[in-house]
């Protein structure tokens, strides 16, 4: 089945830590996203991948860092700079930048304390 | 991206019809409007979208008011599993590359009532 994988689930961490998100989607799908949500809230985009080898900021980059080396791949670190980063963090694709639907991966919630 | 409206929550009986009302007035004539739902925990899922004429396929209805400031998402028979967060978008379309952001609101909360 195709789709979109992230793991773990849940993910624990000490402050001052980097830590990285994975996210794989077999969907062969050109564009990928990384969204972050906290509690009650809508999702906020982190970074965007509209190709292979490129990416670019979203709203709220800061304290985060992301490679696109593989289609398949898109990796989200959280660095210790991030001032807040406890959230849940969700990773889409869709077939091109510009297309209609996204599709969703499970989500990892990451938990710093 | 044009702002949307929604209420913050809303129940319905199961197996009735759910309506969820969707304002966004300042939409502009290449914006569209999308629907997601993002059960509990998990990763939000596409639903519907539509310019301007009426939509549906197997999830839900699409209602596009004449003027496109509001729209009704219609569930035709609410399950259980219907119980989400549904967010309202309005975003340029497919064909509009570099405008690739979907702005997720706070939602509606639908609760499915036994």
């Known amino acids: 089945d195709g789709g979109i994988t992230q793991s773990p689930k849940y993910l624990f961490r000490k402050e001052g830590q980097n830590v990285t998100l994975s996210c794989e989607q077999n969907?062969?799908?050109?564009?990928m996203y990384w969204y972050r949500q906290d509690p009650g809230q809508g999702l906020r985009l982190i970074y965007y991948?509209?190709?292979?080898?490129?990416?670019q900021k979203g709203d709220i980059a800061e304290g985060y860092s992301v490679s696109r080396e593989k289609k398949e791949s898109f990796p989200l670190t959280v660095t210790s700079a991030q001032k807040n980063p406890t959230a849940f963090y969700l990773c889409a694709s869709s077939i091109s930048a510009g297309s209609y639907e996204q599709y969703f991966g499970p989500g990892t919630r990451l938990t710093v304390t | 991206d044009a702002k949307t409206t929604q209420p913050t929550s809303m129940d319905c009986a199961e197996g009735r019809a759910a309506n969820l009302p969707c304002n966004h007035s300042?939409?502009?004539?290449?914006?569209?409007v999308y629907w997601y739902r993002q059960i509990h925990s998990q990763g939000p899922q596409y639903i519907i979208h539509g310019l301007k004429n009426n939509e549906t396929n197997e999830m839900a209805s699409l209602i596009i008011t004449e003027d496109r400031k509001s729209s009704t998402l219609i569930l035709p028979h609410a399950t259980l599993r219907d119980t989400a967060v549904y967010y309202c978008?309005?975003?340029?379309?497919?064909?509009?590359?570099?405008?690739?952001?979907?702005?997720f609101g706070t939602g509606t909360r639908l609760t499915i009532i036994p």
């Open positions: 991948s509209q190709i292979v080898n490129d990416f």
């Open positions: 300042t939409i502009s004539g290449n914006e569209y």
């Open positions: 969907l062969n799908h050109d564009a």
């Open positions: 978008i309005v975003r340029v379309g497919e064909s509009n590359f570099g405008n690739e952001k979907l702005t």
